[in-house]
């Protein structure tokens, strides 16, 4: 079964620093997303990225965050300058667009981003 | 008007009891809901999804219940095992919103 992966696992990085967390989506997937999840606490949406352009965003998606789509696999969040509160599970997920527009998005296995 | 309001917090059943899961959403353009589960360690997987032409949908042992007017939605778990703790999000879209999420433990 097609599945959603995602590197590193683990990321620790120093406050200040450039972080860039990889994902790879399920192949004949055409949207993209990031989500983090603060520990314990609930999956916030970040950014939805469709032919290669954001598509939306939320307010946590501010100047420090970007989105790549550098070659046909991979799917990158960049984390330009690192705070403590940015630590947390970062979650890729991609969907398919499906007819009458079911949204049913699948999850990678997240990157646990510590930032020191 | 984006928030989606999941309850309870935390939830405690008896192996083959029914565990029930209740989220409300104010933002009427909401047209899909689904439900995630989410192990320790692991990204939420997608469990069952609804959407709000039906009132009722069953997969297996997994059961949502819609109600249009009252911008609620319930995840029932019957014959619940050891193996179903995990925590469940509700959700609904579009965009993907999140409920705080419900802590399942299912004591043998």
């Known amino acids: 079964e097609p599945e959603v992966t995602q590197t590193p696992s683990h990321q620790v990085t120093q406050m200040g620093q450039e972080v860039i967390l990889r994902c790879v989506p399920i192949?004949?997937?055409?949207?993209f997303y990031w989500y983090r999840q603060i520990l314990g606490q609930k999956v916030e949406f970040l950014v939805s990225?469709?032919?290669?352009?954001?598509?939306?965003k939320s307010e946590i998606f501010d100047d420090q965050f970007s989105v790549e789509r550098p070659d046909g696999s991979n799917f990158t969040l960049k984390i330009r300058s690192t705070k403590l509160e940015d630590s947390a599970m970062y979650f890729c997920?991609?969907?398919?667009?499906?007819?009458?527009?079911?949204?049913?998005?699948?999850f990678g296995p997240g990157t646990r981003l510590t930032v020191l | 008007q984006q928030q989606v309001k999941q309850s309870p917090q935390s939830l405690i059943v008896q192996k083959g009891g029914i565990s029930i899961i209740n989220c409300a959403y104010e933002?009427?353009?909401?047209?899909?809901f689904p439900w995630y589960q989410q192990f320790p360690g692991k990204g939420p997987a997608l469990l069952i999804a609804?959407?709000?032409?039906?009132s009722e949908k069953k997969e297996g042992r997994f059961t949502i219940s819609f109600n249009k007017s009252a911008k609620q939605f319930s995840l029932h778990i019957m014959d619940s095992q050891p193996g179903d703790s995990a925590t469940y999000f509700c959700?609904?879209?579009?965009?993907?919103?999140f409920g705080g999420g419900t802590r399942l433990m299912v004591k043998p």
């Open positions: 997920a991609s969907s398919a667009l499906l007819a009458g527009g079911t949204d049913t998005q699948y």
């Open positions: 192949s004949n997937h055409l949207y």
């Open positions: 990225f469709y032919n290669n352009e954001i598509s939306e």
């Open positions: 933002n009427t353009a909401f047209d899909y």
């Open positions: 609804i959407r709000p032409d039906v």
């Open positions: 959700a609904a879209s579009p965009p993907l919103t």
